[in-house]
């Protein structure tokens, strides 16, 4: 139990007469994203064993339910100080908050649930505060030092090349299947963020459709693994999942790595090169905000603009204005 929460009566009965729904269970299963569902198990998990040492279960889940709205909201709040004592970072913390919330809430539509925990503040975030990257002639090393003479270089040229020309996020390409890439049309089709199974088509350019092509003839002709439309567009090569869909760790981790052997100084992330391409689109538009929006398919403008407020530093000429006037 965590430390910063007093003991409490919440604990899982054993003389339920009545088989209780699994709440837990039955929200997880209205998120649609996969990667929503597994934080949102991780965060009621967490929050179940702090205040009553259990994991959640259905007895366990209904009787917090059953609490009186005061009794609930204080132990919310004594959790989330809790959750600030351990010196969790603020999205942390609200995306804990927001899978507790989102339980309650779920909890009142179908009339297991009387009180509701909008009261609860979330802490403040900045976001994108640091959307730097690397310039186009650093990443031009790395795609260089590439070794495209094996099927494991081909892949990882493919993934990196895709990484910059698209801003795409490693959450993306590792959903797509061999029927996503048009060779011919010069195209991809993704599975956006936060746009559940409404896919869209991205453009590719030449030098990207090249290398998904040389990757997937590599693939098919020597390699041992046969290729299906279904199957995933980039797979393991790892001894120990050969032929199984690429992990987003498992990119993240080729991403370090190519960085690491191309004597790159700065710690690179496959979210870092997206910062990279989205500064460097706007540096080649001249803070055309709209017609980069079409690249990194941000869907407030006002994201982009935190881009373009940090590529131009205007801090920085200020502060250096101000300087010189002494």
Same mark, same amino acid.
């Given at each position: 139990?965590?430390?910063s929460i007093q003991p409490h009566s919440l604990q899982p009965?054993s003389f339920f007469k009545v088989q209780e729904r699994d709440?837990?269970?039955?929200?997880?299963?209205?998120?649609?994203?996969?990667?929503?569902?597994?934080?949102?198990?991780?965060?009621?998990?967490?929050?179940? !064993?702090?205040?009553?040492?259990?994991?959640?279960?259905?007895?366990?889940?209904?009787?917090?339910?059953?609490?009186? @709205?005061?009794?609930?909201?204080?132990?919310?709040?004594?959790?989330?100080?809790?959750?600030?004592?351990?010196?969790?970072?603020?999205?942390?913390?609200?995306?804990?908050?927001?899978? *507790?919330?989102?339980?309650? !809430?779920?909890?009142?539509?179908?009339?297991?649930?009387?009180?509701?925990?909008?009261?609860?503040?979330?802490? !403040?975030?900045?976001?994108?505060?640091?959307?730097? %990257?690397?310039?186009?002639?650093?990443?031009?090393? *790395?795609?260089?030092?590439?070794? @495209?003479?094996?099927?494991? %270089?081909?892949?990882?040229?493919?993934?990196?090349?895709?990484?910059?020309?698209?801003?795409?996020? @490693?959450?993306?390409?590792?959903?797509?299947?061999?029927?996503?890439?048009?060779?011919?049309?010069?195209?991809?089709?993704?599975?956006?963020?936060?746009?559940?199974?409404?896919?869209?088509?991205?453009?590719?350019?030449?030098?990207?459709?090249?290398?998904?092509?040389?990757?997937?003839?590599?693939?098919?002709?020597?390699?041992?693994?046969?290729?299906?439309?279904?199957?995933?567009?980039?797979?393991?090569?790892?001894?120990?999942?050969?032929? !199984?869909?690429?992990? %987003?760790?498992?990119?993240?981790?080729?991403?370090?790595?190519?960085?690491?052997?191309?004597?790159?100084?700065?710690?690179?992330?496959?979210?870092?090169?997206?910062?990279?391409?989205?500064?460097?689109?706007?540096?080649?538009?001249?803070?055309?905000?709209?017609?980069?929006?079409?690249l990194s398919r941000h869907k407030r403008i006002e994201t982009?603009?935190?881009?373009?407020?940090?590529?131009?530093?205007?801090?920085?000429?200020?502060?250096?204005?101000?300087?010189?006037?002494?």
């Amino acid at each position: 139990m965590d430390a910063s929460i007093q003991p409490h009566s919440l604990q899982p009965s054993s003389f339920f007469k009545v088989q209780e729904r699994d709440l837990v269970a039955e929200l997880l299963r209205d998120k649609r994203s996969p990667e929503t569902r597994r934080a949102y198990a991780k965060d009621l998990k967490d929050f179940f !064993k702090s205040i009553s040492g259990h994991e959640p279960n259905p007895q366990l889940v209904a009787e917090f339910l059953k609490l009186e @709205r005061a009794t609930a909201i204080s132990l919310v709040l004594q959790y989330k100080a809790g959750l600030i004592e351990r010196n969790l970072a603020e999205a942390t913390i609200n995306r804990r908050l927001a899978a *507790i919330k989102s339980l309650v !809430k779920f909890a009142q539509k179908v009339d297991k649930c009387q009180w509701s925990l909008e009261e609860i503040d979330g802490e !403040k975030v900045q976001h994108y505060r640091d959307t730097s %990257g690397v310039e186009r002639d650093i990443y031009s090393q *790395i795609l260089s030092s590439v070794d @495209r003479s094996s099927l494991l %270089g081909l892949r990882n040229y493919a993934i990196l090349i895709l990484l910059w020309s698209n801003a795409l996020r @490693r959450g993306e390409l590792v959903k797509c299947d061999v029927k996503d890439f048009d060779q011919q049309g010069a195209r991809l089709q993704i599975l956006g963020k936060g746009r559940g199974t409404q896919a869209e088509w991205v453009s590719l350019n030449s030098g990207t459709v090249d290398a998904i092509a040389q990757w997937l003839a590599a693939r098919f002709q020597p390699s041992p693994f046969t290729l299906h439309p279904s199957d995933p567009l980039f797979i393991s090569l790892s001894n120990n999942s050969p032929g !199984k869909r690429i992990t %987003g760790n498992a990119i993240y981790n080729l991403v370090v790595e190519a960085s690491v052997a191309a004597g790159v100084q700065k710690h690179l992330s496959p979210h870092r090169i997206r910062h990279s391409s989205v500064t460097a689109a706007l540096d080649a538009t001249g803070g055309d905000v709209r017609r980069v929006k079409k690249l990194s398919r941000h869907k407030r403008i006002e994201t982009l603009m935190v881009y373009d407020d940090n590529r131009i530093n205007h801090q920085r000429d200020l502060t250096d204005l101000l300087g010189d006037m002494l």
